[in-house]
């Protein structure tokens, strides 16, 4: 079966044409399904055409199984279900320039980066375009509020999904549909390199975001399994590739643990090693480390640094010459870090009733 939701408008064109439709309808129904209407309850359709349509493609937006709402900021956790019974989270954020959401791109992740509770219980299958646009589609409907900016920072790598991925954006950017532009996109990497590169060919105006949270090799492969792959040096050279490429600036998330990499002498290291491979005679790369303390997940043992040691981290940074900020931390009191609702939710799983 088609994915309705996941198809740009020229391939449902195809689609419509193949069961005997004129393509004139592909412009009547692509704004629509954007919207969160399903073909059942689109009314410029005819019942004919329902029925064609039933008999070779499907239209699934996710379920709302669980909802959380902060007391504090107003930030909404969802536990969305997806039609096969799997589910994944998504954050939405609000800021003085709009709501932002934050959505995942598969159930589940193979990636292994310690810290995390997305990965906890590997990768089960990645998300299709429209699994993803159905995350904001469907957060937009339940809040009833227009959503302007997407982070690509939920459950799951980007880059190991990369054509779902790269499909997405060009669904969630066209201008009858969500009309979201590149510029308001935010896309993580844990530091897949190919996929850099790749991502680099497209030239698209987005912000692409590195999770480094170490400078040295030693550090870093001991939390996250992808250094192991493609080490510092390497990701780091990728990073100027990009930014040689696009012009785009990146921006590198560094979460804070107490013990592990939180010291001033580390970041020393951290302003030595970004200034050496990112700010050369032939580039003028703008660097910013976007500061997290970590999420204390159960079942990782892993402990968010003092106040004192964040501040004397970002201070370290900035004499340095490197731009740093802390996140401010929102849904504190839902646990709005994706994975930590799934993994209460038995790991999302379909329910066996």
């Known amino acids: 079966m088609n ?74 956790k969802y536990l969305f279900e997806l039609s096969d019974g799997h589910c994944v989270e998504s954050v939405v954020m609000t800021y003085n320039h709009g709501r932002t959401i934050c959505i995942s791109s598969q159930v589940g992740c193979r990636m292994g980066c310690k810290f995390c509770a997305s990965t906890i219980g590997g990768k089960v299958r990645d998300l299709l375009p429209g699994e993803m646009l159905g995350q904001i589609i469907a957060a937009q409907k339940d809040l009833s509020e227009r959503i302007s900016n997407v982070v690509m920072m939920g459950i799951g790598e980007p880059l190991d999904n990369y054509d779902n991925v790269v499909k997405f954006l060009t669904l969630v950017s066209h201008p009858d549909g969500l009309n979201i532009g590149y510029r308001h996109i935010s896309l993580s990497t844990c530091g897949v390199v190919s996929g850099i590169y790749k991502l680099a060919e497209l030239n698209l105006p987005l912000t692409l975001s590195i999770s480094l949270h170490a400078a040295d090799d030693d550090t870093r492969s001991s939390i996250m399994p992808v250094n192991k792959r493609w080490g510092v040096d390497e990701l780091l050279t990728a990073c100027k590739d990009y930014y040689g490429v696009t012009g ?43 500061l997290i303390p970590v999420n204390e997940v159960t079942e990782t043992g892993f402990v968010h640094s003092s106040p004192e040691a964040v501040s004397a981290f970002a201070k370290t940074l900035e004499k340095h010459g490197i731009r740093a900020t802390v996140r401010r931390t929102l849904g504190s009191d839902i646990n709005a870090s994706c994975g930590q609702l799934r993994r209460e939710d038995n790991d999302g799983r379909p329910s066996s009733s």
């Open 3 to 76: 994915d309705l939701l996941s198809c740009l408008p020229e391939e449902l064109e195809a689609l419509l044409l193949s069961v005997g439709e004129p393509k004139y309808r592909a412009k009547q129904m692509f704004p629509q399904l954007h919207r969160g209407l399903s073909p059942d309850e689109m009314t410029n359709i005819g019942k004919a055409t329902r029925e064609k349509l039933s008999a070779v493609a499907s239209y699934h937006l996710p379920k709302v199984r669980r909802k959380l709402v902060s007391a504090l900021d107003g930030t909404v």
């Open 248 to 290: 785009r600036r990146l921006s590198f998330e560094y979460t804070l643990i107490s013990g592990k990499n939180d010291t001033t002498a580390q970041a020393v290291h951290l302003a030595n090693v970004l200034n050496r491979h990112l700010r050369t005679r032939n580039s003028t790369m703008p660097i910013h480390v976007n």
